[in-house]
């Protein structure tokens, strides 16, 4: 897909923007508010700075965005057409017709619908088969969930080619088995709000103590775990059955007051107001947003750092996320130039005190690209699996330049020297966008045989490659900065 159309340009709407943009997808927008390409503009800002600091892979070039005239140009030649519109099932039925009017006969239509039932929302439809709702969390370009939700007339094609698109973005499409109103998310979120406003109408607590209660508690669980799993734990080592044995009774006491909502009335409204205005300290929206998008990359980046660096929960989607982007990336591996292996962004967790990236993260690059160059010449996983790969044995690195949390970055490789047990390489650290030296590293690698614990000499066939690029390296010129120790002053 090269074409997305985006039919509304509130908060969910600009964030379905930014998210697709930043998979390089190009998309049009309509949306009649005067301020739609104001609010567009201030959200796309905002997930920039957010997904540089969250993403440490090379990231597409960003789609082109533009703002339709009319809803009809906008859906022009879509792959997707994502319908964000207000709540209002009279208004969703007029455009949710428009698109499927004019939309291409292959596109899937999304509607961001937070609790309309997708078999309500396909009335009037010609071609109800394509609609499915694809229900997103605020906001869009950071957290990964999409509940996908078909009506009666909705295909089975749709729902999957529905998920491949949002898989494609970067999302954790979940699909829904019946349709429901407010699907799962909504209704789990609701349960929570309707007790929150009681205790607050109760005046048990005011809207920062539960807040508090949520974000140093429960909330911190449910980041990594979610409900079940985290009961699971609670129950011990008898599991869950013991938990529900335990705990279930108590789901009879009159605890909680779910079933009932308190009146909105103007006075509680205005407490829960007032409130929420001193727990805000005078930060606006754009500042608020920038503090929640901050923390919610901290929490993935730190998700994404456990189970040996494969990542659990939503850390476990950014590391196949990444994975993807890198494997999409194309590799310049034309051996009469030097190689360009790897790219990335700078995360937020590899900046140190003095707010530049820290040393121990050059080495980590270092060694993404000494990996890049090892599957280049052949000794990939399988050839690792089999007891045989390439050991660094010595490395020296020179910190030329800095880096900050967002920096997009690109290294390079070149190869030195190469026999049938050893290969010298030098690789460098480039800013991408601005050419700046950043960092080198002098390496020699031995061809070791694991079961043997020895070096061993490579095989013919990995060989060929490393004579091939050593030949063609040798007429490059050669690194100033080659065979230099510790301390020698530069020339």
């Known amino acids: 897909m090269t074409k997305a159309a985006c039919i509304g340009g509130g908060v969910i709407g600009a964030g379905w923007v ?23 503009g201030e959200v796309l800002a905002n997930a920039e700075r957010a997904i540089t600091r969250l993403v440490d892979a090379p990231l597409p070039q960003r789609g082109n965005l533009r703002f339709a005239a009319s809803l009809e140009e906008a859906v022009s030649g879509a792959g997707l057409v994502q319908e964000s519109v207000p709540e209002r099932l009279d208004l969703k039925h007029r455009v949710l017709q428009a698109i499927d009017v004019a939309a291409p006969a292959d596109a899937i239509i999304g509607s961001s619908t937070s609790g309309l039932l997708p078999s309500d929302l396909q009335q009037g439809m010609t071609h109800p088969e394509r609609l499915v709702v694809a229900h997103p969390y605020n906001p869009v370009y950071l957290l990964p969930l999409v509940e996908l939700v078909g009506g009666q007339q909705t295909s089975a094609e749709t729902i999957t080619r529905a998920t491949e698109i949002y898989l494609h973005l970067g999302m954790k499409p979940v699909i829904i088995k019946r349709e429901i109103e407010a699907f799962v998310g909504d209704r789990l979120l609701e349960a929570l709000w309707r007790e929150a406003l009681w205790l607050v109408n109760d005046d048990i607590a ?7 209660v949520i974000r140093y508690s429960f ?31 108590a789901l009879e006491w009159n605890w909680t007051k779910l079933m009932d909502v308190p009146d909105l009335n103007e006075a509680l409204i205005d407490r829960i107001a007032s409130q929420s205005d001193d727990q805000a300290e005078g930060r606006g929206i754009r500042e608020l947003e920038r503090i929640r998008d901050d923390n919610l990359v901290a929490i993935t980046r730190a998700l994404a750092a456990q189970q040996g660096g494969a990542g659990w929960g939503a850390g476990a989607l950014l590391r196949q996320h990444e994975q993807a982007l890198r494997d999409g990336a194309a590799r310049h591996a034309d051996p009469a130039d030097l190689l360009t292996l790897t790219s990335g962004n700078v995360p937020e967790e590899w900046i140190d005190y003095n707010g530049h990236m820290t040393e121990h993260r050059y080495l980590e690059v270092f060694g993404y690209t000494t990996d890049a160059l090892l599957e280049e010449i052949g000794v990939n996983a399988d050839y690792v699996a089999s007891g045989r790969s390439y050991y660094t044995v010595e490395t020296h690195i020179m910190h030329l330049g800095q880096a900050i949390a967002g920096d ?4 390079t490789t070149q190869i030195l020297s190469a026999d049938d047990k050893r290969l010298q390489v030098f690789h460098s650290i480039l800013n991408r966008e601005t050419q700046e030296l950043l960092a080198t590293a002098e390496q020699m690698l031995l061809h070791v045989d694991s079961n043997a614990a020895k070096a061993t000499p490579a095989p013919e066939a990995i060989m060929r490659r490393v004579t091939e690029l050593a030949r063609t390296h040798s007429a490059l010129p050669r690194p100033d ?8 002053r530069r020339s």
């Open 408 to 411: 997009s970055y690109v290294t």
């Open 219 to 249: 909330g911190l669980r449910w980041a990594q775990m979610g409900l079940f799993q985290t009961y699971r734990i609670a129950g011990g080592e008898a599991g869950m059955r013991h938990f529900l044995h335990q705990f279930g009774p």
């Open 18 to 40: 930014a998210r697709l943009l930043l998979a390089g997808v190009d998309v049009d927008v309509f949306d009649p508010s005067p301020e739609a390409e104001r609010v567009v």
């Open 481 to 488: 900065s080659v065979g230099r120790h510790v301390g020698q």
């Open 206 to 212: 005011s809207v920062t103590d539960i807040d508090d």
